[in-house]
DNA sequence: TATTGTTATACTCTATAACTATA
DNA sequence: TATAGTTATAGAGTATAACAATA
């Protein structure tokens, strides 16, 4: 019992460190300064999910709402992402992909992510593996 | 050949967007306000590795010079870190913990990463066991 | 001349508090 | 009243460019 909370205690501290620092390379890692690794975030989850309210994005980027309305702000401001009016709930706001949106996610799988594609390729398909299962796993403690 | 390259691709998409969100769930988890998550990995770096020069730190933390100048600055006026001229070279700042910030480090295992202590026993074992092989092949992408 | 560190400045990311509009 | 979203404001985190001091 005690061996398990020593255990658990190292490794939350070892797994923040290791997030922090991997978190910041991947961030400074940007080619395309334009759209950025929230916005992209954001744009993922759209179209992962489909169409959703303001709301609803905020929660499922675990992002407070006036943080999730500057960033759709932006999103609109570059033509990715289109706010209309629920057709029901005059208070929501439905946000969608906008064809720009979708090419964009399209093409972003060859340039965004080949920073992290080289190195990942690397690995040994063991260390793929691991990381594979360990992005379900921060998911799900990232929604707890 | 191809199917390696789809894989790591779509791994990089999905890691890169875990690694997001797990980040953001950790940074706003905090309690103690005083001292943030970036200092806190700034110092647990001068805690593994032991006295160093500013820029060794930032090269450590994987941030640039005047990044680092600034969490140090922050840190010493908590008292946490000194900094005194090194001994040879005069262009050197060392940068040492102080009996303060041991205590305070001490002091964080129950305190700072409880949350995810907490989420982490609700774990399996063995997706405890990922976490920690993950943790390391992080760290080293970060250092990539 | 090259290196170490700092200052000046600016941008991204995110939050809380207060407000508006609709239900 | 309660809910959805926005505006206003602020703080954390980080970067690049320019500078000073030392090697």
Redesign the pocket.
């Known amino acids: 019992m005690i061996r398990t909370t020593l255990d658990t205690a190292a490794l939350a501290h070892d797994l923040r460190l290791a997030v ?2 991997f ?2 390379r991947l ?2 890692q ?1 080619v395309d ?2 759209v ?7 744009l993922s989850t759209l179209k992962r999910h489909g169409p ?7 929660a499922h ?14 999103l609109e401001g570059m033509g990715l992402v289109s ?1 209309t ?2 057709a ?8 969608e992909l906008t064809g720009a949106a979708r090419d964009l996610l399209a093409a972003e799988g060859q340039a965004r992510d080949a920073w992290l594609s080289g190195r990942l390729q690397e690995l040994s398909e063991q260390e793929r593996a691991v990381l594979r299962e360990a992005a379900g796993i921060m998911d799900k403690l990232a929604a707890a």
Chains 1, 2 share one sequence.
């Open positions: 922090t620092r978190n910041r961030r400074t940007r300064t334009s950025t690794l929230t916005h992209l975030s954001a959703m309210s303001a709301g609803e994005l905020a980027e675990r992002v407070q709402p006036p943080s999730m309305t500057r960033v759709v702000v932006a706010r009016p629920h029901t709930d005059g208070r929501q706001v439905v946000l």
